[in-house]
């Protein structure tokens, strides 16, 4: 009750390869139904996190970050391919929940988490000018810094503490 915890938290993600199921795609098999072929892109987000107690059952939580995405295409120009890059930054969506502490008992905790999203980040993002793609276009949605929507939260958590050791699971939707 009446305690802030402020955290940041990175996080990256890198994905190259194109499988599809178990299976190892070729560029050339890609590039039969499409003009590029993904080869890499890396992701780094930044989240700050705000949490206040209102009571000992009652937290109040914000979220806010920033992303920066680079995708990497391989375009067939003639007999040779063509890379390109795109990239793109910014703040993403801001998030508000509440947690509500459910059950406490010895050394666990069933928590109910609900909120909701507003659209601070930005989905307009556009390729430069002259760019080989997206030339003034807005880009792909994956490479846009938020959802344009107003989205809701709901989940559940569970956590299990040992001494200095907690391990938890979450089920959640949006």
Not at 68 to 78: A, C, N, Q, R, T
Not at 86 to 97: A, I, K, R, V, Y
Request: glycine content about 8%; aromatic content about 12%; proline content about 3%.
């Amino acid at each position: 009750k009446h305690e802030w915890m402020v955290s940041y938290q990175w996080m990256n993600m890198s994905m190259m390869g194109l499988k599809n199921q178990n299976h190892s795609l070729s560029d050339a098999s890609v590039l039969q139904s499409y003009s590029s072929v993904p080869t890499l892109m890396p992701m780094n987000m930044h989240m700050l996190m705000a949490m206040y107690g209102i009571s000992d059952r009652l937290t109040i939580m914000f979220m806010l970050g920033y992303n920066s995405i680079y995708m990497e295409m391989k375009m067939p120009m003639g007999k040779k391919y063509h890379t390109h890059g795109m990239s793109t930054s910014g703040f993403n969506d801001s998030q508000l929940h509440l947690l509500y502490s459910l059950y406490k008992k010895h050394n666990q905790q069933f928590f109910l988490n609900v909120g909701f999203s507003v659209p601070t980040g930005r989905t307009n993002i556009k390729g430069e000018e002259g760019s080989m793609m997206y030339s003034n276009e807005i880009y792909p949605y994956c490479m846009q810094m938020g959802t344009g929507t107003f989205d809701i939260y709901s989940g559940i958590n569970h956590q299990f503490q040992i001494n200095n050791i907690a391990v938890g699971s979450n089920v959640s939707s949006i």
